[in-house]
């Protein structure tokens, strides 16, 4: 089975951008990384189930934790904050690395399950 690292073709920056769509259904297969802030977690677009929350400015101190050849897609609204981690991530060596376009945003307007509170 293609992995969905695969499954997208590498941007300028090295990193793979997927949609909402491709996330929710390869969520069991991939580590889903929220860098929002932790009071966006409790808003009205709510979150992605079992995502590791890790806001933008603390990724690169959390990503160590991570296997350098780990499936990661990251999140935040609107796919720009998750596309400057993305980038910070890929530079430092990280090869499987993703941007979910359009963030919760589009999560939301696709009408996949999120959690609240």
């Not at 259904?25 to 079992?50: K, Q, S, T």
């Not at 590791?52 to 991570?66: G, I, K, R, S």
């Not at 999140?75 to 919760?104: D, E």
Request: proline residues 6%.
């Amino acid at each position: 089975m293609t992995t969905l690292h695969e499954s997208a073709a590498p941007n300028a920056a090295g990193y793979r951008d997927v949609t909402p769509s491709q996330v929710f259904a390869r969520a069991r297969h991939v580590h889903v990384v929220d860098v929002r802030e932790p009071h966006e977690l409790a808003g009205e677009l709510g979150r992605i189930a079992d995502a590791e929350h890790v806001p933008l400015a603390t990724v690169l101190a959390a990503a160590p934790a991570w296997p350098k050849d780990a499936e990661l897609v990251l999140v935040c609204r609107s796919g720009a904050r998750s596309s400057q981690a993305a980038t910070a991530l890929t530079q430092r060596g990280f090869r499987r690395i993703m941007n979910m376009t359009g963030g919760m945003l589009a999560w939301n307007d696709a009408g996949l399950p999120i959690e609240r509170g």
